[in-house]
């Protein structure tokens, strides 16, 4: 378990914050909870590898009554984004690949890109791209990719064919092939859409180093910073961690170990709330300096700082 499943909280004040602003954040997660808006949920905040704030509201499983802890394993979602792009900057800083890198130099799958014209009403009617997408663009979510979620001819493509869940295409890289298939939106670098970028990140990840996403994060990122309660898989030793209501939400997700799920870079992972003091930086929640000994020097000051 984490440094934060156990450790006393400290004076705010000790650690820059002030205890009554902490305090709205009770109120503002009891009110969601009351009127609805969401079962329950906890906020972790460290700084400086002590803990200065931690409350929750509601209930982490409601069948059951159980009320948030530090300890239990939750879903993570998109804050899986993060965690891949630092693992894509340790390549970069390693000097394996630049951020102006076409993502054709590592993805051959993604050469002679096509364009939808505008007005398009069906995925043939295209032009040849002007740009090629970069590692850059990726980051940023100005690719041109789109999402399941998005409106539009290709947003509606990637929903009918589940585009952004690894597992329906039988692994990442399967399903990163399918999405070079697909047409871009609009011209890489002209607009900004949230997109899949991340899962193509995650492949990169994978062609560059040599390990599949789920191996890299564990041996590169979670050994060294210690936590071990973060994964894209709930050990059984550990899943009565793990909500009840939670496991049965996300069974068709894979999501405990004996049926392992190792999905892409965007939005898969689990970790517990005490654990979170390990990884996010010091303005959200947070704050371990063990983190930034992961992230290249030079990230806060670059014009390429992941649109996360």
């Not at 980051?139 to 990637?158: D, K, M, V």
Request: hydrophobic content about 40%.
């Amino acid at each position: 378990m984490s440094q934060f499943s156990s450790e006393p909280i400290r004076v705010p004040a000790d650690l820059g914050f002030d205890k009554a602003r902490l305090a709205r954040l009770k109120r503002w997660m009891q009110r969601y909870a009351d009127t609805g808006r969401w079962p329950g949920g906890a906020v972790l905040i460290a700084r400086h590898g002590e803990l200065a704030f931690f409350d929750c509201a509601g209930h982490a499983d409601v069948e059951a009554k159980r009320p948030w802890q530090r300890d239990l394993i939750a879903r993570i979602y998109s804050m899986t984004k993060p965690v891949t792009a630092v693992a894509l900057m340790m390549l970069y800083e390693e000097a394996r690949l630049h951020l102006d890198d076409p993502v054709e130099a590592y993805l051959p799958e993604f050469k002679n890109r096509q364009l939808l014209i505008p007005g398009a009403t069906s995925l043939d009617q295209t032009v040849p791209i002007k740009t090629k997408i970069t590692i850059h663009h990726l980051l940023t979510h100005t690719s041109g990719l789109s999402l399941f979620t998005n409106p539009g001819l290709l947003g509606e493509a990637y929903a009918k064919e589940k585009l952004g869940l690894a597992l329906t295409y039988g692994g990442l890289d399967k399903m990163v092939r399918r999405i070079a298939e697909l047409p871009l939106e609009w011209e890489p670098g002209t607009k900004w859409q949230y997109s899949t970028g991340s899962d193509v990140i995650g492949r990169i990840v994978e062609v560059v180093s040599g390990m599949t996403l789920d191996k890299y994060f564990a041996t590169r990122i979670f050994e060294p910073l210690g936590m071990a309660d973060t994964g894209f898989s709930v050990p059984e030793s550990e899943i009565s961690r793990f909500p009840r209501s939670m496991r049965l939400r996300l069974a068709a997700w894979h999501c405990t170990k004996r049926r392992r799920f190792r999905n892409g870079g965007k939005a898969r992972l689990i970790r517990s709330a005490a654990e979170a003091g390990s990884w996010e930086p010091s303005t959200t929640i947070g704050g371990s300096p063990k983190c930034c000994g992961l992230e290249v020097n030079s990230t806060a000051n670059a014009s390429s700082v992941p649109a996360l």
